[in-house]
């Protein structure tokens, strides 16, 4: 069995008073695509900064491509590639001119770095628009350039902070599309979201984080699993949602709850049952009072 690309043992980061990461562990199999989801303010970002190298950690150990953060922290910038939060572009360039400048800044030729170039505008779609200004780009194309330029030399592990934040829907399908060729080139893509059907549709794994905890970890179909079995959902006659709630499957408890809502509900209400989503996954997990409790509901 393969090292795995990314391994994490009880990392602890505060920042003045305030904890933010608190007893991480987490091991991300190579050339598979993890994802990390949580709310706001719940630590993520910090996660991938401490994984890239860019903030030291307070305590715990963190390898990535098999290397220590801290004491081979150049060979891990050398495995490495990172696309944050917000591209990280040249608006006066062009997109070709982008790609060209950091191939070289890479250490390419200028043979090199022009061939590269044209392969990464056709990869990402971005030919036509290759001798354009990127302050014209649109945010989907501002973004597939910033992937780009994150994949200008070959690194085995992909760091991807929100990578389809403010995107419409049609650039963040695209994106997901790339995010899966990577994956099918061996690459390992760590990514955050706080979309629920980006980790859904993209990650072999996810790990849920609340409160600089993780709550929760395993396949989209598992989480999904341990939360039970149906969800009954009420809607009124507007069609609007009105209440959901999960049950445990069963005949017997469809059948009582289906009984106790008749005698709370409106002869009009319309009831509809379905399997649980990460919608519900993601409720039920940051809803809770404490990460004990998340923790319990979710072993």
């Known amino acids: 069995?393969?090292?795995?690309?990314?391994?994490v043992k009880g990392l602890r980061k505060k920042f003045g008073n305030h904890v933010v990461l608190n007893g991480i562990d987490l091991s991300v199999p190579s050339g598979t695509v993890y994802a990390l989801l949580g709310p706001n303010g719940a630590g993520k970002t910090t996660?991938?900064?401490?994984?890239?190298?860019?903030?030291?950690a307070d305590e715990g150990s963190v390898r990535v491509s098999g290397y220590d953060v801290v004491t081979d922290k150049l060979q891990v910038k050398q495995s490495i590639s990172l696309t944050g939060q917000f591209a990280a572009v040249d608006d006066a360039l062009?997109?070709?001119?982008?790609?060209?400048?950091?191939?070289?800044?890479?250490?390419?030729?200028?043979?090199?770095?022009?061939?590269?170039?044209?392969?990464?505008l056709q990869h990402f779609d971005l030919t036509g628009a290759a001798k354009k200004r990127v302050k014209t780009y649109s945010g989907g194309m501002r973004?597939?350039?910033d992937l780009a330029i994150s994949?200008?030399?070959?690194?085995?592990?992909?760091?991807?902070?929100?990578?389809?934040?403010?995107?419409?829907?049609?650039?963040?399908?695209?994106?997901?599309?790339?995010?899966?060729?990577?994956?099918?080139?061996?690459?390992?893509?760590?990514?955050?979201?706080?979309?629920?059907?980006?980790?859904?549709?993209?990650?072999?794994?996810?790990?849920?984080?609340?409160?600089?905890?993780?709550?929760?970890?395993?396949t989209p179909g598992e989480?999904?699993?341990?939360?039970?079995?149906?969800?009954?959902?009420?809607?009124n006659e507007d069609e609007n949602l009105i209440e959901a709630f999960p049950t445990t499957g069963s005949i017997q408890d469809?059948?009582?709850?289906?009984?106790?809502?008749?005698?709370?509900?409106?002869q009009e209400t319309k009831v509809r049952i379905r399997k649980p989503s990460m919608d519900d996954v993601f409720l039920a997990?940051?809803?809770k009072k404490s990460t004990q409790e998340l923790e319990g509901a979710f072993s």
Request: charged share 25%; with cysteine; aromatic share 4%.
């Open 1 to 7: 069995m393969s090292k795995p690309a990314i391994e």
């Open 47 to 56: 996660l991938i900064h401490i994984l890239s190298t860019l903030v030291a």
């Open 94 to 120: 062009t997109g070709e001119e982008n790609l060209r400048m950091i191939c070289r800044l890479s250490g390419l030729t200028a043979l090199e770095s022009r061939v590269r170039a044209d392969e990464l």
């Open 143 to 145: 973004r597939r350039l």
């Open 151 to 218: 994949l200008v030399t070959s690194r085995p592990v992909l760091f991807l902070d929100e990578p389809t934040t403010g995107l419409d829907t049609i650039s963040r399908r695209a994106l997901w599309e790339i995010i899966l060729q990577l994956k099918e080139q061996g690459i390992t893509v760590f990514l955050t979201t706080q979309y629920l059907e980006e980790a859904d549709q993209l990650a072999d794994k996810i790990s849920v984080i609340a409160d600089g905890r993780i709550v929760a970890t395993g």
């Open 223 to 235: 989480l999904k699993a341990r939360l039970g079995g149906e969800v009954i959902e009420l809607y």
């Open 254 to 266: 469809i059948s009582r709850a289906l009984n106790e809502l008749i005698l709370k509900v409106p």
């Open 285 to 287: 997990l940051t809803a």
